[in-house]
């Protein structure tokens, strides 16, 4: 008896979960690929006080065996949500922003504030939170327009690959997002050109002040401000002279921070324990310099880089490295206006840096 009840149950269970699977297979929507227009790249310039804006979409074919072109909507507006309703108005379909891989804006642009653009990123539930936003050191349309010639998302993964095998800091519209509310960092975003040859080239990073951009870093300063913000991804390389001319290429496969705040001396304490690999020259090099004299250059010479970093940032007033969060932690009654305007200018900086190289000539 107790076995016939015990099936009869299991099959009442089965029964439920067959017309919940149904249910749940009625209620989710279809999307025809035809009947959107899925932007993947958008581009923000100023140009006679007016915002234009470039959107590339893909268009599709019927023949799996055709290549699939891309086209680009272009618009202008006065504010960043006009261009949108401007791409709206170009199209008899549905503008899809749930691809959208990276925002690209000028340099003038970027001067001129971007805190509409940000907000309406953010107010779009479609828009991903990994889209990475990035600064165009030409105008946006002029990257836009010579990224048609290459694949969906190439810029986008150009900079990933920066960002993740470089030495360009992790960026996305989340922690730009989190820089820009946050009371004690500044934002900080990739910098993207086209070099002499033609070929899309990340280009360092610029610092924003509130919303505008104040500060442009270069590929070597943008490695420092990786190493004091980044805990994750590291796989860059560093080059460097010695006290007796030789040229260097290190690896740096690895980073462990720690940072300390002494607020009675307004000091900051930055520890790195930084892993290298050895990859220019290593073979003429013994293995007594290597442990000894090598491994002293190297901290010293980061240690100064880093600090060079750090008062350029303090003599500017920005802060991406966020410094501002780290006394903001500490003190309970700490405000932005007064840390910025009395203590961030007075902080001293204390940088120790230990190496470990780990291996000489190419890095497996």
Known sequence: MTSIMNKNNLCRRFVGIFFICIFISGCSRTTIIDDVKIIQSLGYDLENNKIKGTASYPVYVESMQESHPRKLFTSESNTTTGVYTSFSNQTAHRIDMSQLGSVFFSENFAKNGISDLIGNLNSDPNISSNSTLIISSKSASDLLEESMNYP???????????MRNGNIPLSNLHT???QYYSEGQDMYIPKMDINEKG???SEGVGVFKDEKLALSLNNKESLMLKILVDKLGFNSTYEFTTSDNKQLLIKIVSNNKNSHVQINNSEVTYKFKLKVYLKEQASKLSVANINNKLTKEIETNIRTELTNLLEKLK???????GVGELFRG?????????????VYPNIKFNIKANVNIVNTGAAK
Do not use: G
């Open 176 to 178: 730009v997002s989190y």
């Open 330 to 342: 500490a003190q309970r009654d700490w405000k932005r206006y007064e840390f910025y305007e009395r």
């Open 199 to 201: 070929l899309f080239v």
């Open 152 to 162: 969906p998302y190439f810029l986008s993964s150009v900079l990933d690959q920066s």
């Open 315 to 321: 003599k500017e007033n920005v802060d991406p490295v």
